[in-house]
């Protein structure tokens, strides 16, 4: 294992002057607004904690860090990208046409997306047939035909005559975030597979399903509002009648000016997330560029601090901050894969 570290190491090295490695001495991590919070979290008490200075952690975006991550190796991109999803085939192969060949995936733990609105106003129960019907581009025509039509709903109560006469306003994170991708995966093709019709399309061409259930509608229902979920609790506190997207730990944190909307007669809870109970749930990642292990000061360190029991276990300082932690097993999985550098095989 060593060796392959050190011919790591030595691409790496081939890659910087002597100038630039002695310019940065520092972990550069960019990536999800999810993961952001937690990344901070680590890299804080890293810094203060060892020798190492701090690493610098940016928020761009889960899909917005990748690019990033895969634009090659050196000092000039980054070392570590959070993600709040999967790195995609896609992205691997961005990856390895500029020379990022061996990429080491950290699964940190899991997070809810909420659906949330200001404590001044009523909890709403939704489903996920609800939510795809609010926020979809197209949806199945309401004179009850297989067909689609461009989404006539402006109201919840069109939507459902059970739900609120209140005008459908949702602040949501922009293509770019992994909260979206996430989102549309699980919230609104989990609702859009609820028409028999619309299922029945995924046998026959999974890209016209797909297009059709992760459609957001571009009407001003759905407003995109950026990567900063503070932001968005900004902005829901100030207007009542709105409901923002975001993941599970913006809601601890502001649980004193927001809350969850039942999903499926679910509420995004601790528990209910970690049980696999509440629907709108994933896992969240970061990736390591195993060519600058070695060389640029402190990654392994911090890879060991990020999957330290104190951390990521159980009654660890992340969970604190809103992290579902793992089960014991998976986690052991998980930190053996670290210590190994392992890299993840071609999607």
């Known amino acids: 294992m060593k060796k392959v570290l050190l011919t790591g190491a030595a691409v790496m090295a081939a890659a910087l002057s002597t100038t630039a490695q002695a310019e940065r001495d520092y972990i550069s991590i960019v990536g999800s607004s999810t993961v952001y919070p937690f990344s901070t979290v680590v890299a804080e008490r890293f810094g203060k904690s060892t020798d ?73 129960e939704l489903t996920r047939k609800d939510i795809f019907l609010a926020l979809a581009k197209n949806v199945p025509n309401p004179d009850g035909s297989e067909t689609l039509v461009e989404n006539p709903y402006k109201t919840w109560k069109d939507v459902n005559p059970a739900l609120p ?57 759905y407003v995109e509002a950026g990567e900063n979920d503070n932001l968005i609790v900004q902005k829901l506190v100030a207007n009542p009648k709105a409901l923002g997207i975001f ?10 000016k927001v809350q969850g909307s039942k999903v ?19 896992s969240l990642f970061f990736y390591v560029k195993k060519a600058h292990v070695g060389v640029i000061p402190g990654i392994e360190e911090y890879l060991a601090e990020f999957t330290s ?29 670290v210590k190994n550098l392992k890299p993840i095989a071609a999607k």
């Open 165 to 221: 006469n209140r005008k459908i306003e949702v602040l949501g994170p922009p293509p770019t975030s992994g909260t979206r991708d996430a989102f549309v995966e699980l919230a609104m093709e989990g609702g859009c597979k609820k028409v028999p019709f619309i299922k029945a399309i995924k046998k026959q061409d999974k890209k016209k399903f797909k297009a059709i259930c992760h459609g957001m509608r571009e009407d001003g229902a």
């Open 52 to 124: 190492f200075r701090t690493p610098k952690v940016e928020s761009t975006g889960s899909g917005g860090g990748l690019k990033l991550f895969c634009s090659g190796v050196g000092d000039a991109t980054p070392d570590i990208t959070n993600a709040s999803r999967a790195i995609k085939g896609s992205e691997i192969k961005l990856c390895a046409k500029n020379g990022v060949t061996e990429i080491v995936e950290v699964k940190v733990g899991y997070d809810g997306i909420v659906l949330a609105n200001t404590k001044a106003a009523d909890r709403m």
């Open 309 to 337: 029991e104190r951390a990521m276990g159980e009654d660890g300082y992340l969970a604190d901050k809103g992290m579902i932690p793992m089960m014991d097993e998976e986690r052991a999985e998980v930190v053996s894969n």
């Open 264 to 282: 499926d007669g679910q509420l995004p809870t601790f528990d209910a997330i970690s049980e696999g109970d509440y629907p709108v749930s994933r």
């Open 247 to 256: 993941g599970f730990s913006f809601l601890e944190q502001n649980s004193d």
